[in-house]
């Protein structure tokens, strides 16, 4: 058995009213599978990507991880540093309750911005720094 | 009635999901719902992950896992390598933290088998065995 990851790399561009400054677009990570020390450099290599192309705001929608270990925490607190150093932030979404109780037994629900479903996530996004 | 089985690994990352699922197989068998056995897996993982990286440190090497199933009472899993010794007392406890800036990201794996499990007992340097790691989770 060999644990498998993928990374959906899309983007979204926000609709802001009232602005007259173009819209950039949010990139978003849509995850699947297992995140562990095996899997987690294939994320790791999608967040830096966005961080190179300049993105302030990632989205990451959770939503069909089925685990994830210290070495997936280690990435997403990592990531999270580095998008609130650009003035950003990483947006977490659709969390499967193993995952989020992984969360929780290292306080990180606390320290991350999670949202119920993509949609209340790119809704979010919309109101921080794109790129 | 105790049923014992055993798994035998090389101590390699693309071996964690073939021990996770090992271990939830036994933990389904004695009685776990979904959200204690995913926490079963987890401490497995982060333990083998830990003899990986720090006791063998890449260098190639075996995981013996073991898993004593009493049903409807009680999971032991003993966990066995040859090894540098990896004292986790040398690593500074995880703490969690309210502020982003505090978090240390040391300790977490330690941190989770911790709170995963109810008891948690390394031994380093058995005479005839090497370092043993024995985990207990109570139904």
Do not use: W
């Not at chain 1, 925490?73 to 998008?83: G, I, K, N």
């Not at chain 1, 999670?114 to 790119?122: E, M, Y």
């Amino acid at each position: 058995m060999i644990a498998t990851l993928n990374v959906r790399e899309l983007t979204f561009t926000p609709v802001m009213e009232q602005t007259d400054k173009a819209q950039k677009p949010i990139p978003i990570m849509q995850v699947s599978g297992r995140l562990d020390a095996s899997t987690v450099s294939i994320l790791e290599r999608a967040l830096l990507r966005a961080f190179s192309l300049g993105a302030k705001a990632i989205v990451i929608d959770m939503g069909e991880v089925t685990y994830i270990s210290s070495s997936g925490l280690r990435v997403l607190l990592t990531a999270r540093r580095q998008a609130r150093e650009r003035g950003g932030d990483i947006l977490l979404c659709a969390l499967s309750p193993n995952v989020r109780d992984v969360l929780d037994m290292v306080g990180f629900t606390a320290l991350f911005s999670i949202c119920s479903t993509l949609d209340d996530a790119k809704q979010m996004a919309g109101h921080l720094p794109a790129t | 009635m105790t049923s014992t089985r055993q798994l035998v690994v090389p101590a390699q990352h693309d071996q964690l999901a073939r021990l996770a699922s090992f271990v939830g197989a036994a933990a389904i068998e004695v009685g776990f719902g979904d959200a204690q056995v995913n926490r079963i897996e987890l401490a497995v993982d982060e333990a083998c992950s830990n003899i990986i990286d720090h006791a063998y440190r890449g260098a190639p090497g075996v995981i013996r896992l073991t898993v004593e199933i009493e049903s409807q009472r009680q999971l032991t899993i003993i966990l066995v390598d040859q090894g540098t010794p990896f004292d986790p007392d040398r690593v500074p406890a995880y703490a969690p933290c309210t502020s982003l800036d505090e978090v240390k990201i040391g300790g977490l794996g330690i941190h989770l088998m911790r709170q995963a499990m109810d008891d948690v007992c390394f031994e380093f340097n058995v005479p005839g065995i090497g370092n043993r790691l024995t985990m207990i989770k109570h139904l």
